[in-house]
């Protein structure tokens, strides 16, 4: 089968889904009308799509080896400025292309389905939600969703905005980080602004607190290695002649391993505690681990690389040493089985203009499907054939 010309045939029709699945961005945990909407093309193109957890699952084939595709299927709560006809006009918009990535993947069913009694082995399909809030892949997982059979491999593409249309770019080892959601509570005495002294200003600490935590990277970590603390919010009082009696900071830390994670905290909450002291105030630090390091199988890297050059030409696959600080719940997969997570590029290289992912004016390019298609494609054959 000549999966390229394949891809080609259906490269209209898998536009149309994406646009389908873009008109109609959802968020979060719950995506009815996405959901529906991927179970009917999946029954049309012959398969049997189960519901798993909240989201929704199909299987081609039997026997070991057993592959997993994953595409994550919600949007964001962002008004869309695209330019495009078939803008979302609710408020959401899939800003991170997760339409691109459902849709390819419903391609790539459609092809495999097709071609069914060539798989030496099993593919299981995940179109998973909530990627962007509490991590669907985790809810799916334990869900049982690997299981029956198990999952021993598991691949996924995520689109880029910043890197070329036709391009596929692999990043060995470490991709993305580990995150940990923080919030420090800073606690004073709230009095009347023309008599300071009869109170205690949480608003000097705070400030101090969020300048001496830039400082934790900067000067307690060796400059070779990643890491982030960053402050995003930042809230205190309630009006113009009162002092402040409470403050409320937020922020997150992020680093690729998860030992460097744990000095970030404690230096976190040292900080944040000791400087709250010295002024007569209080701080409450408290942590919330999100996703894990998503680290990709070297062993899949060294099976995939050389398939996916001889599919698309040496020149148009990228190798990537840099890790990104940015983080996907992926990274589950990855922490119970062989994963390879690479990106897919999506921008014009005939245009000098990028706009980024989760901006209002993200318009990938539509031709990317393709590709993605055949990278799966390629992948599914490459790992089951081992």
Do not use: W
Not at 108 to 137: C, H, M, R, W, Y
């Amino acid at each position: 089968m000549d999966f390229l010309t394949r891809a080609y045939e259906l490269q209209e029709e898998t536009i149309a889904n994406r646009r389908h699945i873009h008109q109609h961005a959802e968020t979060g945990l719950d995506l009815p009308e996405t959901v529906a909407f991927v179970k009917d093309k999946l029954t049309e193109y012959g398969l049997a799509p189960t519901d798993c957890g909240h989201g929704v699952t199909a299987t081609l084939g039997k026997g070991s080896p057993v592959l997993l595709l994953r595409a994550d299927m919600d949007g964001l709560p962002i008004r869309e400025d695209s330019g495009e006809s078939f803008s979302c006009t609710t408020g959401t918009m899939h800003a991170c292309g997760h339409d691109m990535h459902t849709a390819i993947l419903l391609g790539t069913a459609a092809i495999l389905k097709q071609n069914a009694d060539t798989l030496p082995g099993t593919v299981k399909l995940f179109f998973q939600p909530s990627e962007e809030t509490i991590g669907g892949a985790k809810q799916m997982i334990d869900a049982g969703c690997l299981e029956d059979p198990h999952v021993e491999n598991v691949i996924a593409l995520h689109v880029d905005p910043m890197t070329d249309l036709g391009k596929l770019k692999f990043t060995k080892g470490c991709m993305n980080a580990a995150t940990t959601e923080m919030e420090l509570t800073v606690r004073g005495k709230a009095c009347h602004g023309a008599h300071p002294d009869t109170g205690i200003d949480v608003l000097p600490p705070a400030c101090s607190i969020v300048a001496a935590l830039q400082t934790i990277v900067s000067r307690n970590l060796a400059p070779t290695t990643p890491a982030v603390v960053t402050v995003g919010t930042f809230q205190s009082g309630t009006a113009k002649n009162v002092i402040s009696g409470e403050a409320r900071l937020g922020g997150t830390i992020r680093a690729l391993d998860l030992d460097v994670m744990a000095y970030l905290k404690e230096r976190v909450q040292k900080i944040a505690v000791d400087t709250a002291e010295a002024y007569g105030t209080s701080c409450e630090v408290f942590f919330e681990d999100s996703y894990p390091p998503l680290r990709n199988s070297d062993e899949l890297s060294a099976l995939l690389l050389p398939a996916m050059e001889e599919v698309f030409g040496t020149e148009n696959i990228l190798r990537n040493e840099i890790p990104s600080l940015g983080a996907d719940d992926f990274s589950y997969f990855t922490q119970t089985c062989r994963g390879l997570y690479f990106d897919l590029g999506t921008h014009d290289p005939c245009s000098d203009e990028y706009f980024p992912l989760h901006s209002e004016h993200f318009a990938p390019q539509e031709e990317a499907v393709k590709v993605g298609m055949l990278a799966e494609l390629t992948a599914v054959y490459t790992i089951l054939h081992g």
